[in-house]
């Protein structure tokens, strides 16, 4: 059974100070929200119904794809609730629900940009046995265990806020819940709480980014080798949209994190901005970055609207 103290409500907040201007914020929040669902649900149908895509490579996009749905629709609710209906109130239960799937699908995020360097590193340097090395099977074991990375890692401190009181006041500083929004209004000891958050960002995103780094070092390696220069700018390009979801993902990530160390004294605005960059950016860039560097895909949708044009 969950303690007394699970009957608790949070307040979430929008923008303080601009509360009348809720409805017009709301419009450019709306605006994202729906391009992030359409881009990535189109990716979605679109790996899953051309046969051409049927490749690890959209495998490990379509992980990407969906994490970014989930990521969007977890968050942005609430955010909307608050900004449309002034809905502010959050019960425990769904507050901590919530603050468990952003942080999970953000660690997932990290992991499935980490097999996609993986995927992009066997297929230059191992370009003929690439489907051997990459199989279906082994696709979906990545995938397997970077779900149960980023999902299992998470449930510790999550599972202590449920019993952890709160005494001091009950508002939140963002429209959704964070660990660490939460913990600042516990009357406990959230030494683990603190501590181990620190340890498994190191763990996660550092690691993650660090060996993605690595593996792009080899992968510039093994193209250099490559005689034709035409096939050494073939194999790059290959490359050139994970690169850009890489940086998207982990420069709004430093961007958040260098705010909340160091920026005492920027505006709360500036805090606030910064969270949903990190949380809608990547979503809604995504999907763009793929349809515009990736011929496949183009070709793809352009399949998917002729179809639907011609069954018309």
């Not at 989930?70 to 609710?77: D, F, I, K, S």
């Not at 999550?158 to 209004?185: E, G, R, T």
């Not at 660090?210 to 220069?229: D, M, T």
Request: glycine content about 4%.
């Amino acid at each position: 059974m969950w303690p007394t103290n699970n009957s608790t409500c949070f307040l979430l907040t929008g923008f303080p100070g601009l509360e009348t201007y809720h409805h017009w914020i709301s419009m450019p929040f709306f605006f994202v929200y729906i391009s992030v669902l359409l881009g990535n649900t189109t990716l979605l149908f679109l790996i899953k119904e051309d046969h051409s895509l049927h490749e690890p490579m959209y495998y490990f996009l379509a992980m990407l794809a969906a994490t970014d749905l989930g990521l969007t629709l977890t968050t942005m609710p609430t955010v909307l609730a608050v900004l449309w209906l002034d809905h502010r109130e959050i019960g425990n239960g769904a507050c901590f629900s919530q603050a468990y799937f952003i942080h999970s699908l953000s660690f997932v995020e990290s992991g499935v940009l980490l097999a996609m360097a993986y995927d992009r590193f066997v297929a230059i340097s191992n370009p003929l046995r690439y489907t051997s090395i990459l199989t279906y099977t082994r696709v979906m074991k990545i995938g397997l265990g970077v779900l149960l990375r980023g999902f299992v890692s998470v449930t510790p401190p999550i599972m202590l806020l449920y019993f952890f009181p709160y005494c001091h006041s009950h508002v939140l500083s963002h429209a959704f819940c964070l660990h660490q929004d939460v913990i600042k209004l516990a009357c406990a000891d959230i030494t683990f709480n603190r501590l181990y958050p620190i340890v498994l960002v190191v763990l996660i995103f550092v690691m993650d980014s660090l060996i993605i780094l690595i593996s792009y070092v080899l992968i510039l390696k093994s193209v250099l080798n490559i005689a034709s220069r035409e096939e050494r700018a073939k194999a790059l390009n290959t490359c050139v949209s994970h690169i850009c979801c890489v940086l998207v993902f982990y420069v709004t990530v430093i961007g958040l994190s260098l705010i909340h160390r160091f920026g005492n004294h920027i505006p709360h605005i500036v805090h606030l901005i910064m969270s949903y960059v990190y949380f809608l950016f990547p979503p809604l860039m995504n999907p763009i970055i793929y349809s515009v560097k990736t011929k496949q895909i183009q070709n793809g949708i352009l399949r998917l609207f002729t179809i639907h044009r011609i069954g018309a």
